[in-house]
């Protein structure tokens, strides 16, 4: 799915009144500057945005956590994971040891931020970067990276149903 496609679903969904939008994440990561649009796509819509990461055997890595973290809900299939989000080059060159500091920090503290700001573990997101930490589904859950656990979309479903989301 390409970030045009995303942030049009989105957007649709908005416009058909919808009660929210499923993402169904499952992703090595991609490009800083496509994440930070989807993000932005993302915070900018009036209905919640819930981010899956499905099915089993899934992960949310990289751009794909910082993205969850955006999410109004983040939820886990079991045996999925999510993490590793340490900023690397497009290129696949190594960074020079101040820019690799300057977009480290950068992006520790983004997502730290989208964690605080949906009532999550702010160090544990945090920590995806810093030190690629990555967490299974359980151990999110347990640390406050992520709200939800569920097998699947209609199980989640019913686990969210009524809930309110952080402002």
Known sequence: VTQE???DEMERAEREQAAAVVIEMDTPGGLGSSMREIVKSMLALEIPVVVFVAPPGSSADSAGAVIGQAADIL?????????????????????????????????????????REHGRNAEAAEAMVRTAANYGAR???ELGVIDVMAPTVPALLEEIDGRTTVP
């Open 5 to 7: 496609y995303l942030q």
């Open 75 to 115: 939820a886990m299939a079991p045996q999925t994971n999510i993490g590793s989000s340490t900023p690397i080059s497009a290129s696949g060159e190594e960074l020079g040891a101040d820019l690799r500091r300057k977009v480290i920090n950068d992006a520790a503290a983004y997502v730290a931020e989208l964690a």
């Open 139 to 141: 151990k999110a859950l």
